[in-house]
């Protein structure tokens, strides 16, 4: 049986799958460390004991303090984000905050690419 659910958590829309999330942050807003802490509960929940990866598909402007990925590398369960756009800048600064996760983390123009890329990286961490 197939799991989804979505969150509207003010700041953010989240969309849980099955071996996936898909995060949407809201325009103008600064995402900080303390944002991974509704993130472990969203995983706590769907995720307990089973490998996830974080999608954030950035539609809108907004900032994250990379210190944030510190914390979220944490997350034990949590294997690896990708982030989608279709927009140069956005993926550029992508690029900048990839430094600071110590998980794979990938950069992809569809989201269709960053979930065979998922699968992909949740297949590698079973073998």
Known sequence: MSMFHYYDLGYCEAFIFDEFLVNQIREGITITPEHNVKLKEVIDTHFKDKPVVYISNR?????????????????????????????????????????????????????????EWVHKTIQEQMD
């Open 59 to 115: 539609i809108h402007s907004y900032s994250v303090d990379p210190l944030t990925y510190i914390e979220t590398s944490k997350i034990c369960n949590l294997l690896a984000i990708a982030v989608v756009s279709d927009n140069l800048t956005f993926r550029e600064s992508a690029a900048f905050e990839s430094k600071f996760y110590q998980k794979p983390f990938a950069i992809f123009e569809t989201l269709s690419e960053a979930i």
